[in-house]
């Protein structure tokens, strides 16, 4: 199981989000993981590289997430390769256990032989064809002729998302490369089978050209790396066995992606206006190319507010000044909270997106004010049934509140609660009429919107 695209980090499949190259008997291998790698951060292929050449050593990192994905990951894939089994489909296992080349080529040819002697399904199929090595979860076989005879093969991945990412077809576009080389024809499609156990096809064309422009760059690049890349902040950094290096780097050199909330497209206009620090911005007061008055003058006062604030406990801080109502009467910072009401819920979900089959909402939270103090209620839900009862609940309890206080808000932090309570009234097909009431009437207000939008 390659974890490559669970949640949206390339390379994942690695404890701690590296890449996989290697050395295999004096020899540079790489893999499809390590081309989503280069697609995620050209600075991790780098450091990748020279961890291969000696040069560098690999940092560990610990992260129990990521051990829970796995073995969440290595079930999902487990359970339908037995789902294949039981639909009595002829199934070949491929030993994969790889030391050096001579394993890979054994390990090719034994799925070569599967592929010839037409098995419908082969598990753990493996690729290499001297410079790419390749694991593919499933072949599954199509009824398409081919150099093998009358039928050829498509790859299936086990994924544990419920949505499709670009990293995991990045890798399915290699894996069908390598296909096509041993059965003489592309394959047609290629097929995801999501953490909610559906399989989602995909044309290979239609991806296999920028598959093609991507694995062109990241062999120029593995070839000649050039100067060093920069360690700018990317999404895969959550994820990655280097981010405490990376980050440490950046804090080294003062960057500018250490202000808060600022974007990668703003740092590029600052660099090119010879803005190249948090300090030099905090202290500049001249116009950058690209980037409005009043947006700069907000990330000018941010780094100044950083820079001044440095090692401060608390944090210095500063409110910022409520703006009107937009043209739909919203308020930004703290103009957009609401009067207050007697009646006013304070609201927080926790929930766990392993548990069962495909998660559990198993605590809604709710404070509320009884006499002038606060009362804690807990809606529990241990299962499914639990889960729905508990939506219910929770519902009717802020549907019955909002008829005795017409006025009352349910507060939460961040979007979390309303697409989750948005979620479980699609998903049981319960509750839509009071739901869309409570959306409709803004009852819902999230203290996050107001938290960024009025305190620097």
Request: hydrophobic share 40%; net charge negative; charged share 25%.
């Amino acid at each position: 199981m390659d974890l490559a695209g669970v949640y949206g980090g390339p390379g994942a499949g690695v404890a701690g989000g590296g890449g996989t190259v290697q050395l295999l008997d004096d020899e540079l291998v790489l893999s499809p993981t390590d081309l989503t790698s280069f697609a995620a951060c050209e600075r991790l292929t780098q450091l990748e590289l020279a961890v291969t050449r000696g040069e560098l050593e690999r940092p560990q990192r610990d992260d129990p997430e990521l051990d829970v994905l796995t073995r969440h990951g290595e079930l999902h894939e487990a359970e339908r390769l037995e789902q294949f089994k039981t639909a009595r489909k002829s199934v070949v296992e491929i030993a994969n256990h790889v030391s050096g080349r001579a394993d890979l080529e054994r390990a090719e040819a034994d799925t070569l032989a599967a592929m010839r002697d037409g098995a419908e399904v082969i598990y753990q199929a493996t690729f290499f064809d001297g410079r790419w090595r390749g694991h593919a979860d499933y072949l599954l076989r199509v009824k398409e002729p081919s150099e093998l005879g009358a039928w050829s093969y498509e790859v299936a991945d086990a994924k544990l998302a419920q949505r499709v990412k670009a990293a995991a077809l990045l890798q399915m576009c290699a894996y069908s490369e390598q296909v096509e080389r041993l059965q003489g024809v592309a394959p047609r499609q290629m097929h995801v089978i999501t953490g909610d156990k559906l399989m989602h096809p995909f044309r290979v064309v239609d991806y296999a050209a920028y598959y093609r422009s991507l694995k062109t760059r990241y062999l120029l690049f593995v070839a000649d790396p050039g100067g060093e890349v920069y360690p700018d902040p990317v999404d895969h950094c959550g994820i990655c066995r280097w981010e405490a290096a990376c980050d440490q780097r950046r804090r080294d050199d003062d960057h500018l992606s250490l202000v808060a909330r600022m974007g990668r497209d703003q740092t590029r206009k600052l660099l090119a206006g010879r803005i190249d620090t948090m300090t030099s911005l905090a202290e500049s007061n001249i116009a950058v190319p690209g980037i409005g008055e009043a947006t700069l003058e907000r990330l000018r006062d941010q780094a100044r507010l950083q820079v001044e604030g440095a090692g401060c406990h608390p944090p210095k801080f500063a409110l910022l000044a409520p703006e009107p109502p937009d043209a739909s009467g919203q308020g930004r910072g703290l103009a957009g909270l609401p009067s207050p009401s007697p009646g006013d819920l304070f609201f927080d979900m926790e929930g766990d997106p392993w548990a069962l089959d495909g998660g559990l909402e198993y605590l809604f939270g709710v404070v509320d004010n009884v006499g002038g103090a606060p009362e804690y209620r807990a809606f529990w839900g241990h299962d499914l049934a639990g889960e729905q009862r508990a939506f219910e609940a929770f519902i009717d309890f802020v549907s019955a509140r909002l008829v005795q206080y017409p006025d009352a808000h349910v507060y939460h932090y961040a979007a979390y609660e309303q697409t989750a309570v948005k979620r479980l009234m699609g998903k049981y097909g319960t509750r839509e009429d009071e739901v869309d009431a409570l959306l409709r009437g803004g009852a819902f207000v999230d203290l996050y919107r107001v938290v960024i939008q009025s305190v620097q």
